[in-house]
Structure formats: C-alpha cells, structure tokens
C-alpha cells in the first residue's frame, strides 16, 4: 500500500486545516487508517483512526472535539478535519494503513506510512 498525505500548511491559531491522504495499491476498504504526528524532539504520537467502513473512530485526548476523521472508500482517501488548532498541534503528520479492519491507537498496528505533510500553527 503507497500513501500520499497532503493538505499541510500554516494557519493561525483557531484556524482549520484539512488533511487527506490517497491510497494506491490495496483494498483500501479493507483495512483501518490513521492519522500520527511527530513534532520536532518529540515522538510520534497517535492522533486518530478509523475502521475500514468508517463506523469506529478514535481519538486521542488532546485532539478529541476538535479534530474529525473520515474515509471515503470509493475514492481510496481518509481526511482528517482539524479545527481549533493550537500551537501545541504543529507537527509533521502522518497517515497510515491498518494490518487489520479496526482502528487502533498503537503505531504498531499500521503496516504502511504516507511521506507526511507539516502542520504549522503560529501567529
């Protein structure tokens, strides 16, 4: 499975961004996807996920009603809709497929990585 992640850039503070990310070469419906972040000196951490048709989703605390997480599986894309957004969201984030159909908040349950995209939030 290839994964291209776009949609980063700069915002301000409380403003919105929405991430995508293309899957090519799988059953994109097949299997869960999530979203990481990794901010400079600090490790990856987990942001969201999604099962493979889209009725599970999870969150990790510091994003949970702000960001959203989405797929559209007959375009092979999941979305994260970021709003907001803090300073403390500014990181190099990162999608990936699932080795199963459920979503997990544990990197080590994703097989595949996307390039990443950078999120800047700054005044």
């Known amino acids: 499975v290839q994964l291209q992640a776009s949609g980063g850039g700069s915002v301000q503070p409380g403003g919105s961004l929405r991430l995508s990310c293309a899957a090519s070469?799988?059953?994109?419906?097949?299997?869960?996807m999530g979203w990481f972040r990794q901010a400079p000196g600090k490790e990856r951490e987990f942001v969201a996920s999604i099962s493979w048709f889209g009725g599970n989703t999870y969150y990790a605390p510091s994003v949970k009603g702000r960001f959203t997480i989405s797929r559209d599986n007959a375009k092979n894309t999941v979305y994260l809709q970021m709003n907001s957004l803090k300073p403390e969201d500014t990181a190099g984030y990162y999608c990936?497929?699932?080795?199963?159909?459920?979503?997990?908040?544990?990197?080590?349950?994703?097989?595949?990585w996307g390039q990443g995209t950078q999120v800047t939030v700054s005044s």
């Open positions: 990936a497929a699932g080795r199963g159909r459920y979503g997990s908040s544990r990197a080590e349950d994703f097989g595949s």
């Open positions: 070469g799988g059953t994109f419906s097949t299997y869960a």
